[in-house]
Nanobody
């Protein structure tokens, strides 16, 4: 059974940094999976944060995180990371990792329900 486990969330002050990890079991990211990060704040719709296309290494970012967040993939560890810098209080949310064998990052950023495998999420809280 494919599973994704997120880690690295926590409480950080505005301007600080965190690195989230998404470790996979039962699937291999290098097999051309798309791996994405989403977030959901209380009372808000789930939002596409970033996506990594393992088929060609392309990356996608939501407008609100461009220039601050970086997604990367470690094939050897079968893990995807989200480096988050210059964090803002509005970044506070539960962050979810998701993956799908169909490399279609551009679509997934808007249609999160299309992704097949999801983690349980990790909470990021940014204090002002």
């Amino acid at each position: 059974e494919a599973q994704l486990v997120e880690s690295g969330g926590g409480l950080v002050q505005a301007g600080g940094s965190l690195r989230l990890s998404c470790a996979a079991s039962g699937l291999i990211f290098a097999d051309d999976y798309a791996t994405a990060w989403f977030r959901q704040a209380p009372g808000k719709e789930r939002e596409g944060v970033s996506c990594f296309d393992n088929s060609d290494g392309s990356t996608y970012y939501g407008d609100s995180v461009k220039g601050r967040f970086t997604i990367s993939s470690d094939v050897a560890k079968n893990t995807v990371y989200l480096q988050m810098n210059n964090l803002k209080p509005e970044d506070t949310a539960v962050y979810y990792c998701a993956a799908d064998p169909m490399p279609n990052c551009r679509a997934y950023m808007k249609r999160y329900r299309d992704l097949e495998v999801w983690g349980r999420g990790t909470l990021v809280t940014v204090s002002s």
